[in-house]
């Protein structure tokens, strides 16, 4: 299954918020697992810079990847964008391919 980068940032009234993100961020999981069971995450991380939060996750295909980045949008992100995460093995083998 393809590896996904979601790179989340809030909209300023939801940065207010921040002794609730236990909640809200469980809230937003639920949302995610019942509209796109098929997606496996990996890790997530809260940033300190122009994203507040990377999510690393696995999804069948381009459009429930998606679906993860329009649900953030409806749960308070600002911008939310999922990205391919091609692993550097086969980043490599690409390139030898297109080299030959």
């Not at 995450?41 to 122009?50: E, R, T």
């Not at 749960?75 to 391919?84: D, F, M, V």
Request: hydrophobic share 40%; charged share 25%.
């Amino acid at each position: 299954m393809p590896t996904f980068v979601l790179l989340t940032k809030l909209a300023p009234e939801a940065s207010h918020q921040l002794t609730d993100r236990a909640r809200s961020s469980h809230d937003w999981y639920i949302h995610v697992k019942k509209k796109c069971p098929e997606v496996k995450f990996i890790n997530h991380y809260a940033l300190l810079g122009q994203y507040d939060f990377l999510d690393i996750y696995e999804a069948p295909d381009e459009e429930t990847a998606a679906k993860v980045s329009m649900i953030s949008r409806t749960n308070g992100a600002l911008y939310a964008e999922s990205l391919i995460a091609l692993p550097h093995r086969r980043f490599l083998e690409i390139v030898e391919e297109l080299s030959s």
